[in-house]
């Protein structure tokens, strides 16, 4: 009993400590309620989370120190309104795309949460061969584009892919928010004039806001970010509701920034084209005035209450749920005693045969029921240990999972850091000057050399052993462990015995000359033969193999999409075939051998073989409908990006072995080949390489299998 006695303590000490939380909130996990003036509750955040880019420290653009102060005040400003902040100070191009997918990953999956997005640094205009202009947000590392058009291409993150991010959130409100000057299509948005609060508040919105338009310049002491703090404290509310919506904030920054800025600066704010993602409307909660004649935030039937009424109703539920969960935690241990009592009953009744040995017929009548009871009572006792079992095991397997997740997010950190530090030798060397001292102060930037390599050595195998739990991890399901494969069903286009084309051996140079550096160099390798198939994996084929369609635009001839690296890996192993390696990847895309005249003229043709971000509306489309290439292949380019087994080296091609290469031994990140619907025409060609963390997926992102000539399934690069 005493044993008892001290959990029922804990319990009532539990209970105090949720009293306190309710009082008190936790940063990011307050519920906020949104009322409308019918005092009807149509809208909830369950959380609010942020992420704040400041980019001040530049490389080759000018530097922005009043960016410090800016990101400072705005997480101060929105840490008061109850949102968890994570701040990301001078990214390079890889952690800033980096920090808006892992921000997603985490925060953007639970649809009743809030995310805002906010920028502050250089954005830029260019304009686009084929018509119109693109706006790019800039990192510490991006080029000048005045001097080097195609690295900045390369380096600096385009509005297209702002648009990518926003539609792989899955919560239902998000703001986009950019203290940087720039234009394009994503700003060809639809407008809306400011609504009171209704029903359609709570719909799904993704709305976007910037600090000024092409060739225009945003000052070092931002007045964007006054006007925005401002806003949020009932500034921005024009219809004295007590909500700032994110179209009265658009038209308040756009209306007293221009004032502000004398002119000089003209805001553009809207919702994304999309018919699905334009409906509802971003939403603060602004602070009540004291002496203030407009009418408080909460109206119920004419009559006024204060926002106390709120916190109070907050309040009462947190301790109403606090109160069940403290009901259903005593049942627990009732059962938790009795099961115990009957335990005991059971160890003491077979210590005592003599007294069993001496009873009558009689007696020995109720013994049988009494062991018939026990029975009952170590079955019910064996099933419930047997449940407690597995609920065990599955939290330890979530366990290990987070704890794989967030491994990999520390050695992406350190390694972010080891690039850092490489950055500021780099410096440090190129500051050196002849002169006295000049070979001491060598010496020790080849001692910082050589440490810096040895942790770079140690990393990266850290990486390799963090790869190999990994895969030993991901690739134990069930269906795996059986070694079965699905036979292949001819009716489903793509899985029929011609749906493969036959690549031959034979010398072939991949990679670019110039443009982007992960491009290049060009280099010549000699590959075996192989098969690789002629459309991309569709939808009605991953459900016929998997039994699930994990894709989010739906149709059975669509490509499938939505998947990770682990999942295609797993489709294509399942019907006995492996995913390309990068090298083959490319040779089929170029129809076996790089020809003189090249296929794709990115200019003219590229929209006759591949849909892409100007054709393709927005989304994917029935496999096979564009031209194929030279050996018969659709879809190789756009559409969706392709999964290959190498992992992502972006020097690796000046090391490639120089027969089947199939990737380094180990990385952080898988290749994505091919480029997508949502990719600019430039970028979708056959030599164009991105990559993305093997564990991620994303609605642009899907795969094709291959296997050897000889039929072998495996291959290097996994």
């Avoid at 997926?697 to 299998?705: D, L, N, Q």
Wanted: net charge positive; proline share 5%; hydrophobic share 30%.
């Amino acid at each position: 009993m005493p044993k008892f006695r001290t959990i029922q303590y804990a319990i009532l000490m539990a209970f105090i400590f949720l009293s306190t939380v309710a009082h008190s909130g936790t940063r990011g996990m307050n519920v906020v309620t949104v009322i409308d003036p019918a005092g009807q509750e149509i809208a909830m955040y369950r959380e609010s989370h942020a992420l704040l880019i400041g980019v001040s420290d530049y490389e080759h653009w000018p530097d922005l120190p009043g960016v410090v102060k800016d990101v400072r005040l705005v997480q101060e400003g929105l840490e008061k309104k109850g949102f968890n902040v994570v701040r990301v100070d001078n990214p390079n191009q890889r952690q800033l795309e980096n920090a808006y997918n892992d921000f997603i990953l985490e925060y953007g999956q639970d649809v009743n949460n809030r995310l805002l997005f906010y920028f502050a640094g250089h954005g830029h205009t260019l304009k686009l061969s084929y018509g119109g202009e693109m706006g790019y947000i800039v990192p510490t590392d991006a080029p000048n584009p005045n001097k080097d058009e195609a690295g900045f291409r390369s380096q600096a993150v385009d509005m297209q892919m702002m648009e990518v991010f926003s539609k792989r959130i899955q919560a239902k409100h998000a703001l986009f928010l950019f203290d940087s000057c720039f234009s394009g299509s994503i700003f060809s948005l639809s407008r809306a004039i400011p609504e009171n609060i209704s029903y359609k508040t709570s719909k799904p919105v993704r709305q976007f806001i910037t600090a000024g338009s092409a060739n225009e310049t945003v000052p070092d002491e931002s007045v964007f970010r006054q006007q925005f703090l401002e806003a949020l404290e009932g500034e921005g509310d024009s219809d004295g509701d007590g909500y700032v919506t994110g179209v009265e904030l658009g038209e308040f920054l756009q209306k007293n920034v221009i004032n502000y800025s004398r002119g000089t600066q003209h805001p553009q704010y809207g919702k994304i084209r999309d018919p699905n993602l334009d409906d509802g409307d971003f939403v603060f909660s602004t602070p009540k005035r004291s002496g203030a004649s407009r009418p408080s935030p909460l109206v119920v039937n004419g009559s006024a209450h204060s926002s106390k009424l709120e916190s109070l109703e907050a309040q009462k539920k947190a301790l109403e749920e606090a109160r069940m969960a403290l009901k259903a935690e005593r049942k627990r241990l009732d059962e938790e005693k009795r099961i115990v009592k009957e335990r005991r009953k059971i160890d003491v009744t077979p210590t005592q045969p003599s007294k069993i040995m001496s009873q009558t017929q009689a007696s020995d009548g109720r013994q049988n029921v009494r062991n018939n009871t026990k029975d009952s009572r170590v079955e019910r006792q064996q099933k419930y240990f047997e449940e407690r079992q597995r609920k065990k095991e599955e939290h330890l397997q979530q366990r290990r999972e987070n704890k794989l997740a967030s491994e990999r997010k520390q050695l992406e950190r350190d390694r972010n850091r080891l690039e850092l530090a490489f950055n500021r030798l780099q410096k440090d060397q190129a500051r050196l000057k002849p002169g006295r001292g000049r070979d001491a102060r060598e010496k020790r930037l080849s001692k910082r050399y050589q440490k810096l390599m040895d942790k770079s050595r140690t990393l990266e195998e850290k990486f390799e052993q963090l790869n190999q739990k990994e895969e030993a991890f991901y690739a134990t399901p069930k269906e795996m462990e059986e070694a079965r494969l699905v036979p292949l069903n001819p009716s489903i286009k793509g899985m029929g015995p011609d749906d493969m084309v036959y690549v031959s051996y034979g010398r072939f140079t991949m990679g670019t000359l110039k443009m982007q550096t992960r491009d290049s160099p060009r280099h010549t390798i000699n590959i075996d033969s192989f098969y690789i198939d002629r459309y991309e994996v569709t939808q009605a084929a991953y459900e016929y193999v998997m039994k699930s369609n994990p894709s989010v635009h739906k149709g059975k001839d669509l490509p499938v999409e939505n998947v990770t690296w682990h999942e295609a890996e797993a489709f294509c192993r399942t019907i006995g075939k492996r995913l390309p390696t990068e090298a083959e990847w490319e040779k089929a895309a170029w129809g076996g051998a790089r020809p003189i005249k090249v296929v794709y003229r990115l200019k003219e043709e590229i929209g006759d073989y591949a849909w892409h971000g100007t054709n393709s509306s927005r989304q994917t489309h029935p496999v096979g409908q564009k031209k194929a290439n030279g050996i018969g292949i659709y879809d190789i380019l756009g559409n969706v990006a392709e999964w290959v087994s190498d992992w992502y080296g972006e020097t690796y091609y000046k090391k490639s072995p120089k027969s089947n290469p199939s990737g380094p031994a180990s990385g952080a990140a898988k290749v994505l080949r091919g480029g997508s619907w949502s990719y600019s025409p430039l970028d979708v060609r056959p030599s164009f390489r991105r990559h993305l963390v093997p564990r991620q997926k994303s609605s642009s992102v899907g795969f094709r299998c291959a296997r050897h000539s000889n039929g072998q399934i495996m291959t290097g690069g996994g």
